[in-house]
């Protein structure tokens, strides 16, 4: 027989374990799933200095967790640090890290482990937006996003996954974007740095499974825009199908999906019901959806403030993650 080849009599036995997990995921769609304890859990938050990196470390702040706080601006990484102490934290590190940069990102990787110790919980959080069309947009822009939006994911995960792995215990967490599902028009670089980051992600939560590493979960988080300032101008014809999403809800959101080890999270669910269609729908028809809800003016607003500024050496919002 060959290796890869399966007897015939595990085929009842797999359309049987398949057909039990359908119906599990069912039964959670109606019963939550139980909440994981994430006390005494070291939280490391990239792009923490603000925004969904701040509030996210205010919510495991809560929950009991060590957080480490990574953030380019050291003003604003040290007010998230002193507001989640005030929310209960107990132990709380912040540093200064370019995440563009993989030197500084081993450094203080490095500095972390020896001061605060093995890093359980990843929350590739950072993020830039340049927000401008593909041929305004200068080349050393769209290098930083791919730097930060992207390749940051590299070095954090080549820097804390091998002590998950010789732990079996951890959990990887990508903030991409709905812009890592669908090209948006004014967002060609963003857009290329959120698939890749989800691509990513998801390669290596394949890894782990194919290398039996059960105690590593993955969570992808796919938000559509929110309102921390990343995305000032973008507007919505249908608020009720694609809201600008508020913050303090997509937080929730997220964290919820930890505790609960979900893999892929979309934000609004409306995103599922998109993503369906466009994996069936002749071209022609998505197109015509596509502008029936304004989709290709969502960043009217973004560039056109974009096209204000008067240098482009600061187009680039810095972190945190918008989505």
């Given at each position: 027989m060959a290796p890869n080849s399966k007897p015939k009599d595990n085929v009842v036995l797999f359309l049987g374990k398949v057909l039990f997990s359908l119906l599990e995921t069912m039964v959670f769609s109606i019963i939550p799933k139980p909440r994981k304890n994430v006390a005494g859990e070291i939280v490391l938050i990239t792009g923490a200095g603000s925004g969904i990196g701040r509030l996210l470390a205010l919510q495991f702040a809560r929950l009991g967790s060590v957080l480490v706080l990574w953030d380019i601006n050291k003003d604003g990484n040290e007010q998230t640090c002193r507001m989640a102490q005030e929310a209960g934290a107990t132990r709380v590190h912040a540093y200064s890290c370019d995440c563009s940069q993989r030197e500084d990102v081993y450094r203080v990787a490095d500095q972390v482990k020896k001061e605060v110790g093995d890093v359980s919980i990843l929350i590739n959080n950072a993020g830039i937006v340049t927000g401008r069309k593909f041929l305004e947009c200068p080349d050393e822009l769209m290098e930083k996003s791919f730097d930060v939006n992207f390749k940051a994911h590299l070095w954090t995960y080549k820097a804390f996954l091998p002590a998950m792995i010789a732990n079996d215990h951890g959990h990887l967490v990508c903030i991409s974007s709905s812009a890592g599902l669908i090209g948006v028009h004014g967002l060609a670089d963003y857009c290329a740095s959120k698939f890749a980051a989800a691509g990513f992600a998801e390669s290596m939560f394949a890894e782990t499974i194919a290398?039996?590493?059960?105690?590593?979960?993955?969570?992808?988080?796919?938000?559509?825009?929110?309102?921390?300032?990343?995305?000032?101008g973008c507007s919505t014809s249908f608020p009720n199908l694609l809201p600008i999403l508020e913050p303090e809800y997509v937080v929730r959101k997220i964290v919820d999906a930890i505790l609960q080890n979900q893999l892929y999270l979309c934000i609004p669910k409306s995103l599922y019901f998109l993503l369906f269609l466009k994996s069936f729908l002749p071209v022609?028809?998505?197109?015509?959806?596509?502008?029936?809800?304004?989709?290709?003016?969502?960043?009217?607003?973004?560039?056109?403030?974009?096209?204000?500024?008067?240098?482009?050496?600061?187009?680039?919002i810095r972190y945190p993650n918008p989505t």
């Open positions: 290398q039996n590493q059960k105690g590593i979960k993955t969570t992808i988080v796919y938000p559509f825009f929110i309102k921390t300032g990343m995305f000032d022609r028809t998505a197109l015509m959806i596509a502008r029936y809800l304004d989709i290709f003016h969502l960043m009217d607003g973004v560039m056109k403030k974009k096209d204000e500024k008067t240098s482009s050496t600061s187009d680039a």
